[in-house]
């Protein structure tokens, strides 16, 4: 669906209706632990097919083992081309050979010192992207119709995407650019029949941090979003093809009871100079001109 601006949030308490999800295949990188885990489990729970990209053989392994319908490939998503094998696996897998949904959760925390974290949750994603977008318009084409099967990119962002979080500016650049690549992909993704989205989480105990650290958090009085709660916020967005360049925030339930919301903060509703500014940024390459822009200057 072509991105709007003007659509309202997204009704969060819907009941995702999982039909939509017969004979489609996903790719979750980094999903062998933590919340992405708990997106391949909603996925298979769903009957998606499911490939689980993971630097951790061990751990891929045994959970590809205890669902139904999932293959596990090691990547380090920092490789191209071990990416570029997990995405060729993937098609493989794929009953009909063609590729749906992408969820680009390989990550590292905060607390390296290096650039570790740029290159696993920034040129990791990017890699991801770049190679989902191939095969999305490798299915569809260029030229939107309606014979055209839905496709999605889901970027994960973080809570650090949109709030200030001090002393962590490595980790807070990754997240922000990811929204920044859906920014860039939502108002043309429409063309090869494709939608990007992102899902921004709280807190989840995972083990993005220590127990320790988790412990020091809810000690702070501060409340946890859930994993489960993850997944469902995933079958969401996937299971219905108008939501496109849509933020969601994974949240704990005193602030939505669903354990998701729209936070309504990428449409730019009701400030009329930044959304003149923003029709200035496309005028010299408006969205007509199709997906690469071709124009003669």
């Known amino acids: 669906m072509a991105y709007s601006p003007s659509n309202p949030p997204l009704n969060c308490a819907r009941e995702v209706d999982t039909s939509v999800f017969a004979g489609k295949t ?10 992405s885990e708990a997106y391949v489990r909603a996925l298979a729970a769903a009957s998606v097919a499911v490939v689980i990209a993971d630097v951790d053989p061990v751990r891929g392994s045994q959970l590809s083992s205890q669902l139904t319908n999932t293959r596990f490939v090691h990547c380090d998503v920092r490789k191209w081309e071990d990416q570029v094998r997990v ?11 063609r590729l749906h949904y992408v969820v680009t959760n390989a990550g590292d925390g905060p607390a390296k010192p290096d650039l570790i974290t740029i290159d696993i949750n920034l ?4 890699f991801t992207t770049k190679l989902a977008t191939h095969y999305f318009i490798k299915q569809n084409g260029t030229t939107q119709s309606n014979d055209q099967e839905d496709t999605c990119l889901v970027l994960i962002g973080s809570g650090a995407a949109f709030l200030d979080c001090p002393r962590g500016p490595c980790y807070q650049a990754t997240k ?3 929204r920044g690549i859906m920014h860039s992909l939502r108002r043309t993704s429409h063309f090869h029949g494709s939608r990007v989205n992102m899902i921004s989480p709280w807190y989840v105990q995972t083990n993005i941090l220590t127990p320790e650290a988790f412990d020091h958090v809810r000690r702070s009085g501060v409340d946890l979003a859930s994993a489960e709660d993850g ?20 949240s704990p339930k005193k602030w939505a009871s669903s354990g998701y919301i729209d936070l309504d903060i990428d449409e730019y509703m009701g400030n009329e100079r930044l959304q003149e500014i923003q029709a200035d940024q496309i005028k010299s390459a408006p969205i007509e001109l199709g997906l690469f822009g071709a124009s003669d200057y």
């Not at 996903?26 to 919340?35: F, K």
């Not at 995405?87 to 050979?97: D, L, N, Q, V």
């Not at 040129?123 to 990017?126: D, E, P, R, S, V």
């Open 87 to 97: 995405f060729e696996e993937a098609a493989k897998f794929s009953r009909t050979g």
């Open 176 to 178: 922000w650019a990811s």
């Open 231 to 250: 997944g469902r916020c995933l079958l969401r967005i996937l299971s219905d093809r108008s939501i496109n360049g849509r933020s969601l925030f994974l």
């Open 123 to 126: 040129q990791g994603t990017l």
């Open 26 to 35: 996903a790719v979750v990188t980094g999903g062998a632990s933590g919340l």
